[in-house]
């Protein structure tokens, strides 16, 4: 039995370190690297399986850096899936310059996935989806993998559970094909997705609670989770919108944050969450996983301490109103 099934057709070793400042053609003497699992999906179920859910990540995996990952995501006693490739799996790297706290990230493309690795890829997700009452598609696609993977993972997830919830967090060609595919519950865009996504300039809260609004309406999605960076988040749903300031934190990296944010919603819809509880949720989840340093995410405990003291927080600003987030009006729904 399993709750939730993560899919990951591009993860990656991700590999952090930090130095004073990044200076051009100069060498740069860093601090020891630390490596963690890394990739969307496998992000998400890292913060699922250590929040309680019974999780799969699915993931599609080759050469000694997938070894790696394998056995990095072994020893967290993540429960796993693998689709063997004959590509190497990536790294990706990120280093904070210590003098002003910037993060520079690093990104590879990924090994490329032949035709018949893609088709394993498809056939793994229907054989694997079992009993899940949610499925996550999430990060980006490696080079080989059609456009519209994980529209096609969607229908064939649908169709082998019917009543299976489907996540999305993407971006861009990826992104559009698969809330045109019809199958999507949840979508949890960036700002910037969501701009690209809608072509709108989306510049106050309002503009962009009307642009998922739209997408609702036009049966793209049935949720949209949208991340605002510092500004906080907000959740719409048919019925109603809420809004969750950010939560003020010590922010020593901000890798795996929207991937934290993910699992917390999922995690709080699961067990029967109202959409303000689950916003607030997934805040506090995003939160904590960026008083961490490279990928080490959150756990559950530094989840219900931030979440706790959010509450205080939300309430000191506005005690008169709702617990946890703040509700739109009626006539403006």
């Known amino acids: 039995m399993i709750d939730v099934l993560t899919v990951t057709l591009n993860p990656a070793v991700d ?9 051009g053609t100069h060498k740069l003497r860093c601090e020891a690297a630390q490596r963690d699992p890394g990739g969307g999906g496998i992000n998400v179920a890292r913060v699922l399986h250590r929040l309680g859910s019974e999780c799969v990540a699915l993931f599609a995996v080759g050469g000694v850096t997938g070894r790696m990952l394998t056995e990095m995501l072994d020893s967290e006693k993540l429960r796993t899936r693998c689709i063997d490739i004959e590509g190497e799996t990536r790294e990706n790297f990120s280093v904070i310059e210590t003098s002003t706290r910037r993060e520079f990230r690093f990104v590879l493309p990924g090994p490329t996935l032949t035709p018949a690795e893609w088709r394993d890829c498809l056939r ?13 598609l999430s990060g980006s696609l490696p080079p080989g993998a059609p456009p519209d993977a994980y529209a096609q993972i969607a229908h064939a997830a ?12 993407a971006s861009g060609p990826t ?37 998922a609004r739209m997408l609702i309406a036009e049966r793209k999605a049935r949720m949209v989770a949208l991340t605002l960076a510092e500004q906080g988040a907000v959740l719409t749903t048919h019925d109603e919108t809420w809004f969750m300031p950010a939560l003020k934190t010590e922010v020593r990296s901000a890798i795996g944050a929207g991937d934290s944010f993910l699992a917390g919603l999922i995690w709080s819809l699961d067990h029967g969450a109202v959409a303000s509880e689950a916003l607030a949720y997934a805040t506090a989840a995003a939160a904590a996983t960026m008083k961490q340093t490279g990928t080490r995410l959150c756990d559950a405990q530094d989840v219900a301490r931030v979440y706790a003291e959010g509450e205080r927080a939300v309430r000191a600003q506005d005690p008169a109103g709702l617990r946890i987030a703040h509700r739109e009006p009626a006539s403006s729904r």
Not at 158 to 169: G, L, S
Request: aromatic fraction near 2%; avoid cysteine.
């Open 158 to 169: 649908t169709v082998a559970r019917p009543n299976i919830r489907v996540a999305v967090d």
């Open 175 to 211: 992104l559009a094909a698969a809330l045109d595919g019809g199958h999507v519950d949840i979508v949890k865009p960036s700002l910037n997705e969501l701009r690209e996504l809608t072509a709108l300039p989306l510049n106050d809260v309002g503009e962009q609670i009307q642009a």
């Open 124 to 136: 793994s997700v229907s054989a694997q989806v079992g009993s899940a009452r949610f499925l996550v």
């Open 15 to 23: 590999l952090s370190t930090s130095v004073d400042r990044i200076v």
